[in-house]
């Protein structure tokens, strides 16, 4: 029989939360010895009542139950959008969550459906990950969970949590995976053109954070200054001399006002530039490298892999021009 996934809808959901995983689990199907495709889930959809659920993008979803008539599942999904963030609307849907959670074998929350799970209190002292620009949000929201800001999926128990939108479709390969054997997530993977396990984390996707623009002191010069002094070689010394102060000093008021060491900042900022540069120009990576101030390509590429995940080859490979 095929396994049951059940799928959360409500009002300002993120709709490829929903139909990224959907058309992955559809895809995954058993051939039989006379060639016919044999679906290996039943993917089906609930909310508060039968009317049409408008999403986030205006996309219109109709659902196949409510809540209080949907079937048993083997898999509750929960994507994500500005909806479920709404504190009122996930403590709303907790009680519902909670009661399929412990009917369901595993629970999935699928970008910032995360914060719907975590309201349930299942979530305490487990490791999540959600969209790399609700990470901090999440974290200060509930501050009992151990949130990753850069995995595109974890597990922890039988909970599931994924990244930004597009992670869905990964972590419901991964599932497929868990479920059916490697062969047939592979086959699903290539029957949507997507990665089977992309590498790296969210880093590689969204832009490195960025300094806050709060400092309105001799710091803000400075951060600018070595934003447009990327291909010099910067040391703390010469930061002290800039502004003025005592290098220690210039440690302290750094991690004080950026939450980071001087060099840290400085290599955050210059791996931004490299990833810019990389996508939008065919330059050498030894030449973007020189031009950033690093001495040594071998350096460069070891700094780009610990920040992202990936190489400079294959980061390009996937987001550059051509």
């Not at 599942?73 to 009661?99: E, F, H, Q, Y």
């Not at 999540?128 to 901090?136: C, G, M, N, S």
């Amino acid at each position: 029989m095929p396994r049951r996934i059940g799928v959360l809808l409500f009002r300002n959901v993120q709709a490829l939360d929903v139909v990224g995983p959907a058309d992955a689990f559809a895809a995954a199907a058993a051939v039989e010895g006379s060639g016919e495709r044999v679906p290996l889930y039943e993917v089906f959809t609930a909310a508060a009542s039968n009317k049409v659920v408008i999403a986030e993008s205006g996309v219109a979803l109709k659902p196949h139950h409510t809540l209080d008539s949907c079937p048993e599942m083997d898999t509750l999904l929960i994507p994500g959008g500005c909806g479920i963030r709404d504190p009122r609307v996930s403590r709303k849907l907790a009680p519902w969550i909670l009661r399929q959670a412990a009917r369901t074998r595993r629970v999935a929350a699928i970008c910032t459906g995360t914060f719907g799970l975590a309201a349930t209190g299942l979530l305490r002292h487990r490791r999540v990950t959600t969209h790399w620009r609700y990470a901090q949000d999440l974290a200060a929201r509930y501050p009992d969970l151990q949130v990753d800001a850069n995995a595109l999926y974890l597990k922890d128990g039988r909970f599931y949590t994924s990244a930004g939108i597009t992670s869905g479709i990964d972590l419901a390969l991964a599932l497929i995976e868990e479920d059916c054997g490697r062969a047939v997530s592979l086959q699903v993977a290539r029957e949507l053109v997507v990665y089977l396990r992309r590498a790296g984390g969210q880093a590689q996707y969204s832009e490195p954070l960025e300094f806050e623009a709060k400092s309105v002191d001799r710091l803000a010069e400075l951060s600018r200054w070595i934003a447009a002094n990327l291909h010099r070689r910067i040391t703390i010394d010469a930061l002290a001399r800039r502004a003025s102060l005592g290098p220690r000093q210039v440690s302290r008021r750094f991690r004080a006002t950026f939450g980071t060491t001087p060099a840290d900042f400085m290599e955050g900022l210059r791996m931004k530039e490299a990833q810019r540069r990389l996508a939008v120009s065919e330059a050498s990576i030894k030449r973007v490298a020189s031009s950033l101030g690093y001495r040594s390509t071998h350096v460069f590429r070891r700094a780009f892999e610990r920040r992202f995940g990936v190489s400079p080859g294959a980061y390009r490979e996937r987001f550059g021009g051509r």
